[in-house]
Each structure stands twice: as structure tokens, then as C-alpha cells.
């Protein structure tokens, strides 16, 4: 992609941040207008004076979630590469399991989470949800990036009479990097997704201390401000989570992939 | 130079892919040393001929013999049509690659990929990644690598196709010149006449559908040659008998 002039990259940061002040500025007005009381809808500066009233539990709760989403992020980046190589190793094993994996994906995590609450400790299914949501897309990628390499470099490695594992190491993995950095990408935001909902099933059945069941939490007690600031946070956590695996993939392939170059060259 | 063994044979070999006959009764004796050339037009199994030469093939039919291997590893090089590097490693890394495979110590691997950069005038470049250069910097990279293991063998399939004509032919001279230099065999296989004669010392006609070599022509101009030859009347009238010889090929190869 070609970096814009100086001009063009001032107004793509200059938009967002004006359409962002006018909405809050509307938001605002709203409130005030209309006289809503804040359990119909809290102002903006409301839902910022709660976020840090509540900063010492919502910070908790955060903390909480975030845990839960980098531990099911790793075993989703662990186990979904772990298993990609090992399907690739086989034709049999990737037609006996892969169907599997994909009918563990489609099938809503919310519908699952409640059975994993009875089989599992609580923390041990919030884990799992926040895993099997993002481990999908990592396998996914990490299957088609091991599948794209090019054919003439295979052919080289075979005329070198390079062993499997060499093969492997040396071109299938570092071809496969962009695919399973963009696996990793959409695996971030899905186990913040999974953490949430496996929260929230855990949560109307009477545990938890993550953001999402502090939502549920306030909910029932109608406080509304601390809804929205639950949920800002929430918002925030997985901007982060996006900025920081962007960041990375970009470290990772700025020397030599088309998606991470500096410019048009 | 016909007395010695030959590092290459292909006797009566076929080659077939399901219906498709690529390769039919194909002939091929390459002498140590010799610069050969495959000419044909495209889809005449020159290709197939070159991978089954490097034992990426076997054929349906027939014999080859090919040069003994190193410790299990084909003594071979192979440059292919386009650059094929690994986009992730540095100049250095990707003509290391035969070397790396072959777990040679560090230190020698440097050496030779040092020595190796050197010839192909790419020593400032080393550190850099493949997308930093230029098509035909690429392309000595990828001759770099396949002559870095000081091959008995160097096959060329259309390396130098998609570049341009100035680049191509600098690229013609310097590979005279590291022919000269190191003496290896070479098969190059080329849809260009011109090509063919300036770099050959025997251009081998092809014709298709069933591919053979159905025309031989000596090139004996001396090496070096440059751009005297390349204006001279004498390859003038090489590129004209060359040219001559692919057409009837091409024309027996019609379909009928």
C-alpha cells in the first residue's frame, strides 16, 4: 500500500478523533436535552467519573479478562500451529480430523459454554471458550500458509535431498509466517470474544470476576454508568489486543513481505 | 572432446503424464565441460527433459545416467525460470542453502558464500533481503546459489526469460564468463535462438507432441564472446541455420 502525503495521513488520524468529539458532543447534548436520567442513559462524562470511581474493581476485572484472553490466545497459537504441522505431516490424519475441527468452529461457543461449566472447573471453561474460539483460525491459516509454498523452492529442497524436518523448518514455517501472523491477528480478538461470553454464561450461574460478568453484575443492580465503563474497557482491551499483534506481524515481516512494506516498491 | 564418458545420457527415454506424451525416444549425451543448449518452442518437453537430467523426474521409460552423487546429494545445480528464493532470508542465507542442508561447519559455509558473492559481483549485497533488488540481481543470486556447491552440473531452465534485453545480455556474458571460470557442464534450455547460439557450443533442436531433439548445430565460435560476435556476420548466419532447423521442428511438430 502506498503511504499517503503528510496532508492525507494528518486527516486520517484528524476524522476519526472530530467524528468521535461530535458524537460524544451529540451523545452530551442528548442527555441534557431530553433530561434522561443516567439509568436510561448516562452522559459521557458520567461514564467517564464512573470508570475511575470504580477504577480499583473494574481494573480487577479487567485484569481478569485480559488473563484469561493471553492465556486462551497462547493455547490457541500453541495448539492450533502444534496441530497444523502435525496435519501437514499426514494427508490421512488432515482428512480424518480437519471436518472436526471445522464443526467445532461453526457451532456457536455460546451454546457450548454452558456444558463446559459442568464438566470443568469454572476458570479451566472460561479457559477453554476463550481457546476454542480462537484456535481455529490460527489452524485454518497456519493449514494454508504450510500448503502455499512455492513449488520450485520445494523442488530445490528436494533436489538438495533436505529431510523432512529441514523442510519443514527452513520453508514451510517461514513460508507460512504471513498466514499464521494473520491467524494470530483474528485469534486475538476472538479470545477476548471467547473470555466475554464464557463469562457471562459463567456468570448467570453465580461466579466470576471478569469485566464481562461485571457487566451481567450491574446490569441486575440497573447501574447503568458502570455498564458503559465495563464495556468501554472491554472495547479498549481488544483495540489493544488488535494494535499490539499488528505491531508484531509487522516487526516479524517488515525485511521481506509485500503486506509489511514500507511503501509500493 | 567426443572421446570422454559423458556426465549426462538419456537414452530412449519417454516421458508421460496420464494421456499426455511430453518426452518420446529422447536422446541426450552431454560431454564433461560442454555449454548445451535445449532450444524449442514452449510445451516441447524441454522442461520435463531438464528435471528429469536433475533427477527431479524419473522417466516412464528409458535410461539416464547422471553424474554421481556427493555424499547422497545430487551433484547438480539448478536455476529456475524465475529467481525462487526464500523471500524471508538475506542474500547471504539463500545462496547459503545447499550448504546449510548439507550441515557444512559455519565458517565454511561463509567462506564459500562469501567467495561465491564475490563472483557474481553481489558482495555489498549480502545482507540484503531478495525483494530489495533488481530481477536480474535476483536471477545472479539464484546462479550464486546453484553454483555454490561447485556442481559437476549446472542446469538452466529459461533463467533469463522474463528480463530485459540489456540485462539479459550482461547476464549472457557473465555466465560465459563463470563457464569459463569454473568449467562445470551446463544444459540451458531457451525458447530464444539468439540466446541459443551465443551462449552454446551445441544448440539441440527440439520438436513437440512427442518431444525429441530432432536437429543439431555446432557453434564454434571462440569464447570469449561479446558484442563482436553478437554483430558478426558469422552469428548472423548461425542464428539463421538455428532458426531454419526450429521451424521445420516446429512445423513437423504441428498438428496435422
Known amino acids: 500500500m502506498i503511504a499517503g502525503t503528510l496532508r492525507e495521513r494528518v486527516l486520517r488520524l484528524m476524522l476519526p478523533g472530530a467524528a468521535l468529539a461530535l458524537g460524544l458532543l451529540l451523545w452530551d447534548l442528548a442527555v441534557r436535552l431530553l433530561a434522561l436520567p443516567p439509568y436510561v442513559l448516562p452522559s459521557p ?221 | 572432446m567426443d572421446r570422454a564418458e559423458p556426465v549426462i545420457a538419456l537414452q530412449g527415454v519417454a516421458k508421460t503424464f496420464g494421456e499426455l506424451v511430453a518426452l518420446e525416444g529422447f536422446d541426450l549425451a552431454v560431454q564433461p565441460g560442454q555449454f548445451v543448449t535445449l532450444l524449442g518452442p514452449s510445451g516441447c518437453g524441454k522442461s520435463t527433459a531438464l528435471r528429469i537430467v536433475a533427477g527431479l523426474s524419473e522417466p516412464s521409460r528409458g535410461r539416464v545416467v547422471r553424474p554421481q552423487p556427493q555424499s547422497g546429494v545430487p551433484d547438480v545445480g539448478f536455476v529456475f525460470q524465475e529467481p525462487t528464493l526464500m ?72 533463467p533469463f526469460a522474463a528480463l530485459d534485453e540489456i540485462t539479459r545480455f550482461r547476464l549472457n556474458d557473465d555466465l560465459l564468463a563463470l563457464w569459463q571460470a569454473l568449467g562445470q557442464t551446463v544444459v540451458f534450455v531457451t525458447h530464444s535462438v539468439f540466446e541459443s547460439v551465443y551462449l552454446s557450443q551445441r544448440v539441440l533442436v527440439m520438436r513437440a507432441r512427442p518431444g525429441r531433439i530432432v536437429a543439431e548445430i555446432a557453434i564454434d565460435a571462440p569464447l570469449p564472446r561479446g558484442e563482436l560476435f553478437r554483430t558478426s556476420a558469422d552469428y548472423a548466419a548461425l542464428c539463421r541455420r538455428v532458426s531454419q532447423a526450429l521451424h521445420a521442428a516446429s512445423d513437423a511438430g504441428a498438428p496435422a
Open chain 2, 87 to 158: 523471500p524471508w532470508a538475506t542474500v547471504a542465507a539463500n545462496v547459503a542453502l545447499p550448504l546449510t542442508l548439507r550441515r557444512l561447519p559455519a565458517a565454511e559455509i561463509a567462506s564459500r558464500v562469501e567467495a561465491m558473492l564475490a563472483r557474481v559481483g553481489l558482495s555489498d549485497f549480502a545482507r540484503a533481503y531478495p525483494r530489495q533488488l533488481s530481477g536480474g540481481m535476483q536471477m545472479r543470486v539464484s546462479i550464486a546459489r546453484a553454483l555454490v556447491t561447485a556442481p559437476a552440473l549446472l542446469l538452466m531452465d529459461e
Open chain 1, 45 to 265: 462524562g458520567l461514564v467517564a467519573a464512573t470508570l475511575v470511581a470504580d477504577a480499583p474493581l473494574l481494573g480487577g476485572a479487567l485484569l481478569a479478562t485480559l488473563v484469561t484472553t493471553a492465556e486462551g490466545f497462547a493455547l490457541a497459537a500453541v495448539g492450533g500451529i502444534a496441530l497444523a504441522v502435525l496435519l501437514n505431516q499426514s494427508r490421512a490424519l488432515e482428512y480424518a480430523l480437519y471436518p472436526y475441527a471445522v464443526i467445532l468452529q461453526v457451532t456457536p461457543i455460546i451454546a457450548i459454554a454452558p456444558l463446559l461449566l459442568i464438566y470443568l472447573p469454572q476458570q479451566a471453561a472460561v479457559l477453554a471458550c476463550a481457546w476454542l474460539v480462537a484456535f481455529f483460525p490460527v489452524l485454518a491459516n497456519t493449514t494454508l500458509g504450510l500448503n502455499s509454498v512455492d513449488r520450485n523452492l520445494a523442488a530445490l529442497f528436494q533436489l538438495y535431498r533436505a529431510s523432512r524436518l529441514q523442510v519443514l523448518l527452513r520453508l514451510k514455517l517461514p513460508a507460512a509466517l504471513p498466514h499464521i501472523l494473520a491467524g494470530l491477528r483474528i485469534a486475538g480478538g476472538l479470545s477476548l470474544i471467547g473470555a466475554v461470553v464464557a463469562e457471562i454464561a459463567a456468570g448467570s450461574a453465580g461466579a466470576g470476576s471478569g469485566l464481562a460478568y461485571r457487566i451481567v453484575e450491574a446490569g441486575y443492580r440497573l447501574n447503568i454508568p458502570r455498564m458503559f465503563a465495563a464495556l468501554l474497557l472491554l472495547s479498549l482491551a481488544g483495540i489493544a489486543i488488535f494494535f499490539v499483534l499488528s505491531w508484531l506481524s509487522h516487526v516479524v515481516l517488515r525485511h521481506w513481505h509485500e503486506s509489511a512494506a514500507p511503501d509500493g516498491q
